[in-house]
């Protein structure tokens, strides 16, 4: 059994979880621990506040509890905000605090990108624009190139929560340019595990989503790989453990 542990902020998509639990296979177990959101505002400060290392260091005390092997802060503008360097420190934090091998959702889009082995992508933001245009110097400062960007100006994750497959396909396709050979969904209050095929049919290119990258990310820390097509293509490199559809 691998344990994977994630600290969530407040509560939108995190029902994306056990549905990526289920289709990982029953030696994996997803365990996640809420953090509080504080202010619930795509805005610098608040979500520079939401990633302070006092609410991560409140909700890693719950998830030790678990005994999860690795630890991923599921939340992209959480990370992202604090920029390359800033965002380095918060993952070096979290890990001191728990004890074990952490990471962070924006990391996981840059690890993940290099996985397929893309370099071009477009982003889909529900941000406002001045929060995605973070989000892109952050890919850039990873080396990834982004040849589109498409933002919603969505302040609250609560909002973003609501949205269903259609509003999130729209986004996806109003994202996508042709020169990018990957689209990226990054936030973490989207529900996309259940989309990721249609996703990619649509688009006829992989495409990346937070909570998608954010569980990669804990079993990349895990070392482990799963062979899960119906979780996009980022599922489908050299497994180790084949999951049966």
Known sequence: MTALGFLYPGHSAED????IEQLLGSDIRVDLVHTDI???AHRVAALREMGSAERLGVGMERLRLTGAETVVWACTSGGFVHGWEGAQDQVRTLARLAGMPASSTSFAFV??????????VAVGATYPEDIAALFADFLRAGGIEVTGMRSSGIITAAEVGTWGEEDVLTLARAADVPDAEAVLLPDTALHTA???SLLEKALSKPVLTANQVTVWEGLRLADRRVNAPRLGTLFTREPLVQVRE
């Open 16 to 19: 994306d979880y056990p549905r």
């Open 38 to 40: 504080g202010e619930d």
């Open 111 to 120: 690890h993940a990108a290099r996985e397929i082995g893309v370099r071009r």
């Open 194 to 196: 259940a989309h990721l």
